[in-house]
């Protein structure tokens, strides 16, 4: 599985920019699709998390209210729509897919459990 993310770039507090991750290959092993990001000299974190079949999703504390996570499954893409972003919003940001079932936060916000990773795409906030 390839997955190749979008939608960066500098933008101001309060904006809302939408990420895109479109995933080619092995799709149809895909579980879960999330989105990881890691602000400089941080580690990286989870953002959020929809699972392929059914289109449950999971958010980060951090962002629940403002950032929305969805699919096209037709398209085999996710979404990460962004808004009222804050200037703590500014990192790289990661899409990523799992192909063996997550359970539960236990590990559906967990880096480590996913198998593929795209190039991360920038987004910088500013005040």
């Known amino acids: 599985v390839q997955l190749q993310a979008s939608g960066g770039g500098l933008v101001q507090a309060g904006g809302s920019p939408r990420l895109s991750c479109a995933a080619s290959g092995r799709t149809f092993s895909i579980y879960a699709m999330g989105w990881f990001r890691q602000a400089p000299g941080k580690e990286r974190e989870f953002v959020a998390a929809i699972i392929w079949s059914g289109g449950r999703t999971y958010s980060a504390d951090s962002v629940k209210g403002r950032f929305t996570i969805s699919r096209d499954n037709a398209k085999n893409t996710v979404y990460l729509q962004m808004d009222s972003l804050k200037p703590e919003d500014t990192a790289v940001y990661y899409c990523?897919?799992?192909?063996?079932?997550?359970?539960?936060?236990?590990?559906?916000?967990?880096?480590?459990?996913?198998?593929?990773w795209g190039r991360g795409t920038q987004v910088t906030v500013s005040s």
């Open positions: 990523a897919a799992a192909n063996r079932p997550l359970t539960g936060w236990g590990s559906i916000g967990i880096d480590y459990e996913y198998d593929y």
